[in-house]
């Protein structure tokens, strides 16, 4: 388990993470998506102990993650930008990944070199950037680590290779428990992966669920009235957007979908329709209800 109490970090002016506080259980898939500038990486790189936080804590299996070697060689990160030397290969990375990991499986690195289109010989600097991605993933789920950290893992890799890594994942937690952190920008993705969400905007936790209830209370209705409906009309209901054009309402309602149907039912709709959100529609409307939207960010 990893406890997050408190924590922020500072560089220069910029306030990366403002008293952030989360738990995240063993053995889920957590994804981390937010506004540019949220905090994302910085909370990995603090986790992963390149980072050290300005205040608060952060303990995995209840020890201090900071420079804490046994905490360290359950972890590994893998980062948007992974950095290798410039005479760097798999094969001699694999040397150094062998030296740092207690639980280095050396039939799953043969394995994953075969299975992923890599010269284990070249230079990884050499390579295309979703080709590094791939190198970095065969060391970090060689290590079989307990904890994973992702940064923007799916950022030039093609489809296929996408669809391997989610299959990987999802095969290690399932065989070894692992906890695996995502970072990313690509919705549509984490969606597919994790099971636990957390909304990141400023610094801070906006938003923290597991993705199927975030689901079942987040709901879109779209209805056509015969006449204009009376400003207060869903004044009862949790509203998170509304907008009308003439008599077509679409809202946006937090709440149980029978409660929402009752109040938009009432006024008798000429249409009535309900539609289901994606992880990024949720997002997007989360982020409105922050000040987060196009019409702030024109505006500024």
Known sequence: MIT?????KTF????????????????????????????KSTLLRILSGVYT???????I?????YDNETVKGKCCFVSDFPYFSNNATLKNMAVVYRSLYPDWN??????????FPVNNKDKIIRMSKGMQRQVALILALSACPKYLFLDEIFDGLDPVIRQLVKKL??????ENNMTVIIAS???????DICDHIGFLHKGGILLEQEIDNLKLNLHRIQAAYEELLPENAFEKLDIVKIKNTGRMYELVARGNLEDIETVVKSYNPLLYEALPLTLE???????????????NILNQ
């Open 12 to 39: 220069g002016t910029v306030k990366a993470l403002n008293n952030l506080s989360i738990t995240i259980s063993s053995g889920t898939v957590f994804g981390l998506v937010g506004s540019n500038g949220s905090g």
């Open 106 to 115: 050396e039939e799953k690195y043969q394995t994953l070199s075969k299975t």
């Open 53 to 59: 936080a300005d205040s608060g804590s952060i303990t």
């Open 169 to 174: 994942i999802v095969d290690d937690i399932t």
């Open 61 to 65: 299996d209840g020890e201090n993650a």
């Open 281 to 295: 529609e949720i997002f997007i409307s989360e982020m409105e209800v922050a000040g987060y939207d196009i019409d």
């Open 4 to 8: 997050i109490e408190n924590v922020s």
């Open 185 to 191: 920008h690509n919705l549509r993705e984490l969606e």
